[in-house]
């Protein structure tokens, strides 16, 4: 994949987003920071080509994304996923209720998409 520079505007973008995370995103990064998760590194709100993913495992060529209910059959969601697939990555999602209620169940799947990269999410 080829670098693409990261434009100012982008950058503070993803910043605003690291300070204002939905509550389930914050849940999840509480679990994610600081290799706490079976020691895997994460970062978060990551400027990927024209978006910016929720959560990367750049060594896996993972994408987290938690998406609220306005994401329900996305076809930008569709599009979005299709082109970071092209650009080497999978993407896994999760709707906020996964992670505010069965946080346990999220972070084995996404301990096991890491480990097996031949792993390919379901929507």
Not at 55 to 81: K, P, T, Y
């Amino acid at each position: 994949m080829p670098h693409q520079p990261v434009t100012r505007a982008k950058r503070s973008f993803a910043r605003s987003l690291r300070r204002e995370m939905t509550e389930a995103e914050n849940k999840l990064w509480q679990e994610l920071r600081d290799r706490r998760l079976d020691r895997i590194k994460f970062r978060r709100q990551v400027p990927i080509g024209k978006y910016i993913a929720d959560f990367v495992c750049l060594e896996a060529r993972l994408i987290v994304e938690i998406d609220g209910n306005q994401h329900a059959d996305s076809d930008s969601d569709r599009i979005r996923s299709a082109e970071l697939k092209g650009n080497g990555f999978r993407v896994l999602r999760f709707w906020n209720d996964d992670v505010l209620k069965d946080l346990d169940g999220v972070c084995g799947t996404i301990i096991a998409y890491v480990r097996d990269t031949s792993l390919q999410p379901w929507r």
